[in-house]
């Protein structure tokens, strides 16, 4: 189910609810599990489900509500406010201030759309008169490199890069090094993935980690992978300090669910979305707008 589609059958569980004459327990509960099958259907994991109609059960009981109430509109705030708070983690992102270098560092698995998420980051900051670069730690993927200098050559964003070197651990560190000493004020480090989690993937991440000390972390996620995505993110949060997440290719057949799970998962921010394969298909990422949008 997508997104929209998640709206629409929330929107429309509401609203059976309030057409019934007398809106008691049994109607708040039928409202409640057809809220909880969109989501599960839109690949929100089972856990997070199960929480989300809990507080809904304690936020909206028809017996403590006085006669004149808006059911209808208290259980609407009530669905609007569980999946805000599902969204946000408590806590904003660390975010990059312009002249003070940052080296901020991007993870996820092989296709999730890193590498295309990197430059679309860089571009973004160098409107707003940054002065970012581009360090291509992904040794595993054939042609990453190519890939990156390419996109980096297109936005006209310094990068760095090796076609010999294969450890990744010494290209980030001379790649940040370099772009230090070059005054950028964002050093984007993009590094290897792989087709699943793997120990060696997760251990090259740390050494990464290690060496080039990055202000940020983020976890980029294809919004398509349902519900793989809450543990995935886990995985990753459990290997290295994520901050922010990306979720990338918003524009296909997606899943929206992906996105609260691997909030959940990693109790960091989604920060941006991936809207498209072109640079200026990206969106930063407001958690009240996008649930607003999402239940009409
Ligand atoms: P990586 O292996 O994680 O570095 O992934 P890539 O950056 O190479 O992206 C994999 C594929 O997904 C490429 O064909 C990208 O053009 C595409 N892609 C990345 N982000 C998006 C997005 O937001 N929307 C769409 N439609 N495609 C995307």
């Not at 809990?54 to 936020?59: E, G, P, Q």
């Not at 294809?222 to 459990?238: E, P």
Request: proline share 4%; charged share 20%; with cysteine.
């Amino acid at each position: 189910m997508v997104l929209a589609e998640l709206g629409g059958r929330i929107s429309s569980a509401l609203q059976k609810m309030s057409n019934v004459t007398v809106i008691d327990q049994k109607a708040v509960q039928e409202c409640i599990n057809e809220i909880n099958r969109a989501l599960l259907q839109s690949d929100v994991s089972f856990k997070l489900v199960q929480t989300l109609a809990s507080n809904l059960k304690k936020t909206v009981n028809p017996d403590d509500l006085a006669a004149g109430h808006n059911k209808r509109k208290i259980m609407q705030q009530a669905v609007f406010n569980e999946l805000c708070g599902l969204l946000d983690p408590g806590k904003p992102s660390y975010t990059p201030k312009k002249g003070k270098q940052c080296v901020v560092m991007f993870v996820g698995l092989q296709g999730s759309g890193k590498t295309t998420t990197c430059t679309k980051y860089a571009h973004y900051y160098r409107k707003k008169g940054f002065k970012p670069s581009l360090v291509c730690a992904d040794t595993f993927r054939a042609g990453a490199f190519d890939q990156l200098k390419q996109n980096a050559t297109k936005a006209n964003i310094p990068f760095f890069g090796s076609y010999t070197e294969t450890d990744p651990v010494v290209i980030a560190q001379s790649g940040v090094e370099k772009f230090k000493k070059e005054n950028s004020d964002l050093i984007i480090v993009d590094t290897s993935g792989r087709h699943k989690q793997e120990a060696s993937l997760f251990e090259e991440m740390r050494q990464v980690s290690e060496v080039t000390k990055p202000d940020l972390i983020i976890f980029v996620m294809d919004s398509s992978i349902g519900q793989a995505a809450f543990d995935q993110a886990q995985a990753f949060k459990q290997s290295v300090p994520v901050g922010a997440v990306i979720i990338t290719k918003m524009d296909g057949h997606a899943k929206g669910g992906g996105a609260l799970s691997a909030v959940a998962a990693t109790k960091s921010p989604v920060i941006f979305l991936g809207t498209g394969e072109h640079m200026d298909e990206f969106e930063p990422f407001d958690v009240k707008p996008f649930v607003s949008r999402l239940l009409g």
